[in-house]
């Protein structure tokens, strides 16, 4: 795709079969496969030492896989130099050099390789201006800001036009305000290039508000791919469902029982869920029959209602509520465990606040619309 900074040549990543094995024994990456599509932002998340920045190391060229091959643009690179795979890396730690200004540091890629001055000036001046570093050309890296210096860092990656951009953590280092500000920055700016964009965090709300799709990651196993959409609302592993979201999923054993008069039962301690079976969620568990599941709630999915509503309700004993400004949490104790419940407004949330406030009311029926059941 053309841009305003420079041609992009299409970009695509595929690793197949990966792993990563240190000399120390360390599985490190555990047969991943995984597609990066031309001009996608993909972004690796999971818990630290899970093997992201193997991964992207792999890529860039300084690791070698221990097994399996990465291609680039369909093209095996296993053996190819880092030099040579037209990508540009930012990290955590900018590594600016201090004793250059501004605008050195950004060309100082092309001075590498040999560009002249005229052209060095120009395209510092379109990089600048793109990320709005264009009237601080002449300062020293230390009279910047801390997002000044970010976008110093990107600069210097794009001036060399890459076919890949990965980036490890780069805004780990920054207060949040900032890093919620460059968050929005950093992917529109790698949209408008079209440059394909590796991204490795471990902050989910980066992770689902950057991506274009998001690859988990535990322990060196890909657990799940997909939009943020799709691994918030239908994850693929248990693992997935627990660690995305705050609130986390609730997450309650059940056992399915597929009764004859066409619906499916969910027994959830000593509580039932009837299922009808024209909703779709009825039949994805009916498989299931006589077996114990984990069932997926999320908070947002369930609201206080009266306490004579039938239907699916779930009766519980609120404990207490936790206001957080734009939402308010009851955690709700359902016999053996507790839930959380994303209290809307409206009339019975009004109930469920006052109940919860005087212990006059001890009974409160929570409405079931969760949809993920998740197999154990
Ligand atoms: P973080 O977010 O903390 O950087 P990560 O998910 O990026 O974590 P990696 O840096 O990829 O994780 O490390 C994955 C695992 O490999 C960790 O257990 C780490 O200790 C190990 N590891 C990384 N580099 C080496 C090495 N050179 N030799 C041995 N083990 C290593």
């Not at 991943?32 to 996608?40: R, T």
């Not at 570093?133 to 800001?145: A, C, H, N, T, Y």
């Not at 239908?234 to 066409?262: C, I, K, Q, W």
Request: glycine share 10%; with cysteine; aromatic share 4%.
């Amino acid at each position: 795709s053309a841009t305003r900074l420079g041609e992009v040549t299409v970009a695509t990543v595929a690793l197949k079969d990966v792993t990563k094995v240190f000399p120390d024994g360390t599985v490190a990456v555990d047969n991943i496969s995984l597609d990066v599509n031309d001009g996608e932002f993909m972004v690796l998340l999971g818990p630290s030492g899970c093997g992201k920045s193997t991964v992207l190391r792999m890529v860039a060229g300084l690791e070698q896989p221990s097994s399996g091959v990465i291609l680039l643009d369909n093209e095996l690179v296993n053996d190819l130099s880092p030099r040579d795979r037209r990508i540009a890396m930012v990290f955590q730690d900018f590594a600016l050099y201090p004793h250059m200004t501004v605008g050195e540091n950004i060309a100082f890629p092309l001075r590498l390789s040999g560009v002249e001055e005229a052209i060095r000036t120009e395209r510092v001046a379109d990089v600048a201006n793109a990320l709005g570093i264009g009237d601080v050309l002449g300062r020293k890296p230390g009279q910047l800001s801390g997002g000044q210096r970010q976008r110093v860092a990107m600069g210097r990656a794009i001036i060399r036009r890459p076919n890949l951009f990965l980036m490890d953590e780069p805004l780990s280092n920054l207060d949040s305000g900032l890093r919620a500000e460059l968050r929005a920055e950093i992917s529109g700016l790698v949209r408008e290039l079209g440059v394909t964009t590796i991204y490795v965090t471990h902050d989910q709300a980066e992770a689902l508000t950057m991506a274009d799709r998001v690859a988990i990651m535990r322990k060196g196993v890909l657990q799940d791919v997909g939009t943020p959409t799709q691994v918030y609302g239908r994850p693929a592993t248990l693992y997935v469902a627990a660690f995305l979201g705050n609130p986390r999923m609730n997450l309650l054993e059940a056992s399915v029982y597929v009764h004859l008069d066409r619906h499916v039962a969910l027994h959830l301690g000593d509580q039932v869920l009837r299922l009808p079976w024209e909703d779709i969620r009825a039949r994805a568990v009916a498989r299931y029959h006589g077996e114990r599941i984990v069932v997926g709630m999320r908070a947002e999915a369930l609201a206080p209602v009266a306490p004579d509503a039938s239907g699916e309700v779930l009766r519980g004993r609120i404990r207490y509520l936790e206001h957080h400004g734009h939402e308010s949490l009851a955690f709700v104790d359902i016999g053996a465990t507790a839930i959380v419940v994303d209290e809307l407004g409206g009339q019975a949330a009004g109930r469920a606040r006052r109940s919860a406030g005087s212990g006059r009311f001890s009974r409160a029926v929570q409405r079931f619309i969760g949809r993920a059941a998740v197999p154990t």
